[in-house]
């Protein structure tokens, strides 16, 4: 069973950066396909940012060259670093992660609890 753990969030203004990080446990995040997703109140959870288990990324539109997800696999963590940010990235923002490829889609098996980002 893989556990994922956020942190990093917090409140920024518009213009600032944050970087989020994502324990995994379980299982070596070198194993597995990752990604970036958020939630803002009254819609529905969007993905954000991929990591493929051969260092390939994808990145939604609005965050493209903004946002760069990475990985540390020695500390098995992942990371999102979010630079330019606007008051509509505000928004819980949830690592996910499955030994199988599912590139910005929701089918991920294992889900964190999520880090809370606000843009003002």
């Known amino acids: 069973e893989v556990q994922l753990v956020e942190s990093g969030g917090g409140s920024v203004q518009a213009g600032g950066s944050l970087r989020l990080s994502c324990a995994a446990s379980?299982?070596?995040?070198?194993?597995?396909?990752m990604a970036w997703f958020r939630q803002a109140p009254g819609k529905e959870r969007e993905g954000v940012a991929y990591?493929?288990?051969?260092?390939?990324?994808d990145y939604t539109y609005a965050v493209a060259g903004r946002f760069t997800i990475s990985k540390d696999n020695a500390k098995d963590t992942l990371y999102l670093q979010m630079d330019s940010l606007k008051p509509e990235d505000s928004a819980m923002y949830y690592c996910?992660?499955?030994?199988?490829?599912?590139?910005?889609?929701?089918?991920?098996?294992?889900w964190g609890q999520g880090t809370q980002v606000t843009v003002s």
């Open positions: 996910a992660a499955d030994q199988y490829a599912f590139n910005l889609g929701n089918a991920y098996r294992y």
């Open positions: 990591l493929a288990t051969n260092g390939g990324t």
């Open positions: 379980g299982s070596a995040v070198s194993n597995l396909y």
